[in-house]
């Protein structure tokens, strides 16, 4: 090949150089470097041949045109401010940024009318996928199959099993929770959870309850006791559990701000913990976990891991590899100084 006057230029080689070069148009180069179909062996070969010659490098971005992507997703949340969205939004960006892939951030504050409108903004925008976040971990309804662009929907699942979801495993969660008590020595294990509309509130005391059972357990009272996921239902329900079942020696409960309401209780009635009664809450919300008294152990929901598993399912369905389903990640126990191993 004759690289004629291409070795003079100052810049780097384009695709217009090397379709010149190969004496073939710019959409055959786009094809034959990507590997596509419907490009004959010996032109495939000519380009590839030109592109050495020339040391030409295509950037990222060039790469992503090519493939008729735009480097590009969508992250739509419902909730900016929520200490439970904000985690799974690192955990996206991370896995997004290994990828050199730029996210365009839209807060739709819990509106049905502007969630809809930001996603025809980022559909606008030509992006590759979208992630949605929801402020809850109740099923949310599904966006529908019309949308150009893979959907995954984190932290809430869709309601649509055929959609990508990926949430924390509030069942196993229970389980763990229980399995770290027992490990401590307790057997006569109470549970005071949160709202009982969340799912994530009924399904924590679902896997308790089962873990127990496996032991030839059963909750103290039988059943959990919902109320509000408050510092202050959590000093009212363990004096009530107290009042009725003075034998407790372990609290589960649904959130680290009851847990730390748990916490002031047993202090004021002279209740030792870990020692009496160990006390175990869910979330591992740093400010109330470490700085309660004593420290809580609790429940981490991993929920960058959350994101970061959304990222890497939004990038596979990209690619043409959908995993449609529910996808739990496994939840950790973070122990601190109200849990005690038993002698």
């Not at 070795?7 to 590997?35: E, F, H, M, Q, Y």
């Not at 008590?181 to 959870?193: E, N, P, Q």
């Not at 870990?274 to 740093?286: A, L």
């Amino acid at each position: 090949m004759v690289i004629d006057d291409l070795s003079a230029s100052r810049g780097p080689a384009t695709l217009k150089d090397v379709a010149k070069l190969a004496g073939v148009s710019i959409a055959t180069v786009s094809k034959a470097l990507n590997g596509r179909e419907h490009v004959r062996a010996e032109t495939r070969d000519r380009v590839r041949r030109a592109a050495e010659e020339l040391r030409f490098s295509p950037n990222q971005l060039a790469q992503g045109l090519l493939a008729g992507r735009t480097g590009t997703v969508g992250l739509l949340t419902s909730d900016l401010e929520g200490r439970f969205s904000i985690p799974v939004m690192m955990g996206a960006e991370d896995a997004f940024g290994a990828d050199s892939t730029s996210v365009f951030l839209c807060d739709a504050r819990g509106d049905a009318i502007r969630e809809q409108h930001h996603l025809r903004a980022l559909l606008s925008r030509r992006v590759d996928g979208v992630i949605i976040l929801g402020d809850t971990t109740n099923p949310r309804n599904s966006l529908g199959h019309d949308i150009p662009v893979p959907v995954v929907y984190a932290y809430a699942p869709s309601n649509d099993d055929s959609d990508i979801s990926v949430i924390s495993d509030n069942v196993d969660a229970g389980r763990l929770a229980v399995e770290h008590l027992l490990d401590c020595g307790r057997s006569r294990i109470a549970y005071i959870s949160g709202d009982a509309t969340y799912a994530a509130a009924t399904d924590r005391v679902a896997g308790a309850k089962a873990a127990l059972q496996k032991h030839g357990l059963e909750l103290v009272g039988g059943e959990a006791l919902y109320g509000a996921w408050t510092e202050g239902w959590g000093r009212a329900a363990v004096r009530t559990l107290l009042t009725r079942f003075p034998e407790i020696d372990g609290v589960l409960c649904g959130s680290d701000q009851i847990a730390r309401g748990v916490l002031d209780s047993l202090r004021e009635v002279g209740k030792d913990v870990p020692r009496d009664i160990s006390v175990m809450g869910h979330d591992n919300w740093e400010q109330i976990a470490s700085q309660s008294r004593p420290a809580l152990s609790t429940i981490d929901m991993r929920l960058q891991e959350v994101g970061r598993v959304a990222a890497r399912l939004l990038f596979a369905a990209i690619g043409g590899d959908a995993q449609p389903g529910v996808h739990k990640i496994t939840c950790r126990v973070v122990t601190r100084d109200s849990t005690a191993v038993s002698d």
